[in-house]
């Protein structure tokens, strides 16, 4: 049974950083597309962040360029979303997703290619 499993959200202060992980867990092969997306309150959910495990192309939301980054654990089977300078409009719900048979835009824009998703980890950027 495929799992995926988000840690790490909790409250920070703006300027803060935080460390999301995602544990994968159950795949009889490896995934192509990784990526992690976000839903703040009362707004639909937008890709931030989506990466390729065979080519290494990335795709980074505009407002979270030079932020955020993407690194990834083999030997654990985790990847993890390391977000800097953090700002409130950073505030959401962070998801981490699977992908396959697209591009990293295409999953992130418009959530092509998407097959599984963790349920979650909240991150809240307040003062």
């Known amino acids: 049974q495929v799992q995926l499993v988000e840690s790490g959200g909790g409250l920070v202060q703006p300027g803060g950083s935080l460390r999301l992980s995602c544990a994968a867990s159950?795949?009889?092969?490896?995934?192509?597309?990784i990526g992690w997306f976000r839903q703040a309150p009362g707004k639909e959910r937008e890709g931030v962040l989506c990466?390729?495990?065979?080519?290494?192309?990335?795709y980074y939301l505009d407002s979270v360029k030079g932020r955020f980054t993407i690194s990834r654990d083999n030997a654990k089977n985790t990847v993890y979303l390391q977000m800097n300078s953090l700002k409130p409009e950073d505030t959401g719900v962070y998801y981490c997703?699977?992908?396959?048979?697209?591009?990293?835009?295409?999953?992130?824009?418009?959530?092509?290619?998407?097959?599984?998703w963790g349920k979650g980890t909240l991150v809240i950027v307040s003062s």
């Open positions: 159950g795949f009889t092969s490896d995934y192509e597309l």
């Open positions: 997703a699977t992908g396959g048979f697209t591009t990293v835009q295409r999953m992130c824009r418009w959530d092509y290619g998407t097959d599984y």
């Open positions: 990466a390729s495990t065979r080519d290494g192309s990335e």
